[in-house]
């Protein structure tokens, strides 16, 4: 049985921490962005996608809505595991 929110709350970490780890690659080593950016879909140049430059407000915004997103999905996946693993 997993704790949910235990394993929300890290979803959420984790989910928060690579977004900033991809935001300080994006500025201070653009190279290594676009690489691993890109290998995480095949290869495909969807880097280039990403804006030329982002607000604090709109980093931050983002930020908060990727943790929450993270934090739904991690109490989610926990209640759902707890639920199958019953049956």
Do not use: C, H
């Not at 607000?55 to 926990?78: E, N, Q, R, S, T």
């Amino acid at each position: 049985m997993f704790n949910k929110i235990a394993l929300a709350n890290s979803v959420a970490a984790v989910t928060a921490a690579a977004y900033i780890v991809f935001y300080v690659l994006w500025t201070a080593m653009p190279e290594a962005f676009k690489f691993l950016f890109n290998a995480q879909f095949m290869g495909a140049d969807i880097a280039r996608l990403v804006p030329k430059s982002i607000a604090f407000g709109d980093f931050v915004g983002m930020l908060i809505a990727l943790a929450v997103f993270g934090w739904l999905v991690g109490y989610v996946w926990a209640w759902f595991y707890n639920y199958f693993s019953k049956r």
